[in-house]
């Protein structure tokens, strides 16, 4: 079974892929379970791969939380793959003690640095360097699926880096950056509500025509790259950025 989350395209797009290599049935979009406020009660007779996106170099935090209230039987066995912008850090640390928790054998942990999204930080690369990382993590995830198939663990990565990345930094990250406020729609604002959609937080209402945003948010850029009017902005930070969202064919 693969579970992934994707708020702009990226995990989803190597979950579907390696579900091909693995002919895998079994699809999980666990942000549209979040969204209705729903946990799992899973079994499958195959490993479970999870397929994430990387905040602050640990798995998001709404997903671990997903992880731990729910409730997977048949076989133990649990990969984790993390799309990145820079790397995963040492995210297998934090995904290995998840699954001593949820009884789970760890398999590893491996990051695939795909296309930027965190626009409230960073820049997206442009459109050609954006195609050679999806070509590079198709590359990899095929790699990652053949170890899969043959029943091998995947690599963990961790430096020592990539510890305070994981630790110092996370915590940091999540207590000072992930907040709403800052968010805003311009004037180029529809009020198509496109936003409120994607949200998978159930943070943002339209009032008089436009996006309002609550309290709870995890930063996950849907609202911002998924607008289709480029009408959303995070205080001074994405202005003048490219925003990205990988479409699926």
Not at 70 to 80: E, I, L, V
Not at 88 to 105: D, I, P, Q, R, W
Request: glycine share 10%; aromatic share 10%; charged share 25%.
């Amino acid at each position: 079974m693969i579970l992934y989350f994707s708020a702009t395209g990226n995990s989803r797009h190597l979950a579907l892929k390696l579900a091909e290599d693995l002919e895998e049935k079994d699809i999980v979009d666990i942000g549209g379970m979040i969204k209705k406020g729903k946990t799992g009660s899973f079994a499958s007779s195959n490993p479970y791969i999870f397929v994430l996106p990387t905040y602050g170099w640990r798995m998001p935090r709404i997903v671990s939380d997903f992880i731990e209230n729910s409730q997977f039987d048949g076989n133990k066995r649990a990969y984790f793959v993390l799309t990145c912008g820079d790397s995963s850090g040492n995210a297998g640390k934090y995904a290995k003690s998840l699954c001593l928790t949820k009884n789970l054998e760890f398999m590893g942990c491996t990051g695939i640095k795909m296309p930027e999204n965190y626009v409230a930080m960073f820049s997206v690369p442009d459109e050609r360097t954006s195609e050679t990382l999806i070509k590079s993590g198709e590359k990899e995830i095929k790699r990652l699926g053949q170890l899969i198939k043959e029943g091998n663990p995947i690599p963990t990565d961790h430096s020592f880096i990539g510890a305070l990345e994981s630790g110092i930094v996370n915590s940091a990250f999540y207590t000072f950056c992930v907040k709403a406020k800052g968010f805003r729609s311009t004037e180029q604002c529809i009020g198509c509500g496109l936003c409120v959609q994607y949200c998978v937080l159930n943070n943002i209402k339209l009032k008089d025509g436009h996006p309002v945003w609550g309290n709870n948010c995890t930063h996950c850029m849907a609202c911002i790259c998924r607008c289709p009017k480029e009408a959303i902005e995070y205080k001074n930070k994405s202005q003048g950025k490219r925003r990205y969202y990988l479409e699926e064919e």
